[in-house]
């Protein structure tokens, strides 16, 4: 930062004397998100100024000699890693100078006069990003000041047929992370987000190959249409708004789409491949699917390929980094049980020891502890533990898989997975009278 800092001020209408540093910077800086911790404050915002005053230039009437195309990808790509951290001045420069990233990815023009290369538009776009994600005050002007989700929402829906998929994905990412605040998403209802969505997954959802090519761009709808459906599902206080009909037949028009995805064969569900990833999208969206839908999802995608998904991730749970991420395989099996009843001796048998379950004339017994079996070997040994755990939101969604695969019988319940585990669900529950009996 010091070197350019000095170069840009001493020649900064020579861009080939401090080119060669700032791509050493962003070679050097790839993954990093700290910068203060080696410079000073004053020189990191110095750094900011002087790259928002070299893509100022671009916009300048009286300078004749305009930023070259792989210049102000590197510029852009500076700003994008050096503002994953941002100190009070950076907060300043970047707020009055936001719009600068909506010109150069051509949004919201009316009339687009130049188009820009992609590469610019691209990194341009993703500045905004770490923009939004990292500062409160950028956000609120990007939201509020900019009316960035609408503007980027309707720059979609008119020009997404001319933009290339990786400018499209960008876009995709910042539309998610504003749509996670609900006041957002209500307001870009009437602009047909939505039903955007949806179209653009029936549509490049054809072929394997499409699938394949599309894969990093078809992630980022599922994430988007996750969130814009989210009031549907569990997760919108724990009661689930009831679909209008729009609603309902655009998740029925869905399910075969999804069909295609997740009945891609992907071998070792390895989390570097990309089809790997976009079925985990997948499977985060369709926690949404509406109650009176679930019956047709069971018949288009059977329920055995959400089985094989469930137990390639257990092993997930294994780490408190990667816990959270088995979270929506198992929120969707536990709404499947709940609403679809005959898949729920499919899951039980799945999940506990053959043993256990089988039909006996023996007396069952509930004990404080779970039966040995369960604690030792299969599913159930890796669930069980995250009943009294720490982590709220597996401790809840276990304990109601266990409820539901054991046909919402508290006893049950509690003779698989002891008296002392299963507690806090009968509190829950209302059924702590029935535990144990």
């Excluded at 891609?264 to 949404?288: E, H, R």
């Excluded at 999802?297 to 137990?311: G, R």
């Excluded at 089988?358 to 599913?379: A, C, N």
Aim: charge should be negative.
């Amino acid at each position: 930062m010091e070197v350019f800092n000095e170069q840009y001020q001493n020649q900064r209408d020579s861009d080939s004397v401090w080119i060669e540093t700032l791509k050493k910077f962003n070679t050097g800086n790839a993954d990093k998100r700290v910068f203060t911790d080696k410079v000073s404050a004053n020189t990191k915002e110095q750094f900011t100024y002087n790259l928002f005053h070299y893509l100022k230039n671009e916009f300048n009437p009286s300078q004749t000699v305009k930023p070259s195309v792989e210049t102000m990808v590197q510029v852009l790509i500076s700003l994008r890693i050096s503002l994953r951290e941002f100190t009070g001045k950076d907060r300043d420069i970047v707020k009055n100078e936001l719009n600068i990233f909506f010109k150069l990815g051509n949004i919201g023009e009316a009339e687009k006069i130049k188009i820009y290369d992609n590469s610019i538009r691209e990194e341009a776009l993703k500045c905004i990003v770490n923009c939004i994600s990292r500062d409160p005050v950028i956000q609120n002007t990007f939201l509020v000041e900019m009316n960035g989700p609408i503007t980027l929402t309707r720059e979609v829906k008119k020009n997404s047929g001319e933009m290339s998929e990786g400018l499209l994905d960008v876009i995709y990412k910042v539309l998610v992370h504003c749509c996670a605040k609900p006041e957002i998403k209500l307001a870009l209802r009437p602009e047909g987000l939505l039903e955007f969505v949806s179209e653009q997954l029936l549509t490049k959802v054809t072929t394997t190959e499409a699938i394949t090519k599309s894969a990093p761009l078809l992630s980022d709808l599922c994430r988007l249409l996750f969130t814009l459906t989210i009031h549907l599902g569990p997760l919108e206080g724990g009661r689930p708004t009831p679909p209008n009909h729009l609603e309902l037949e655009g998740f029925r028009r869905l399910l075969p789409i999804f069909k295609k995805i997740i009945t891609q064969y992907t071998p070792g569900n390895n989390a570097s491949d990309p089809i790997y990833n976009l079925k985990c999208a997948v499977i985060s969206a369709l926690i949404n699917t509406p109650k009176d839908l679930y019956d047709e999802l069971i018949e288009e995608i059977p329920l055995t390929y959400f089985q094989e998904i469930f137990k390639s991730q257990i092993h997930l749970l294994s780490s408190p980094e990667t816990a959270a991420e088995f979270l929506p395989i198992l929120m969707l099996l536990t709404n499947t049980a709940e609403n679809v009843v005959s898949t729920r001796q499919q899951l039980k048998e799945m999940t506990f020891p053959y043993d256990l379950i089988k039909e006996t004339d023996e007396p069952l017994s509930v004990g404080i502890e779970p039966p040995e079996e369960v604690k030792k070997t299969g599913i159930s040994s890796k669930l069980i533990p995250f009943m009294t755990g720490s982590d709220i939101g597996l401790k809840h969604f276990v304990s109601e898989y266990f409820f539901m695969i054991c046909d919402e019988d508290a006893n049950e319940v509690c003779r698989l997975t002891g008296f002392g585990n299963a507690a806090g669900l009968l509190v829950t529950r209302g059924l702590m009278s029935l535990g144990g009996k």
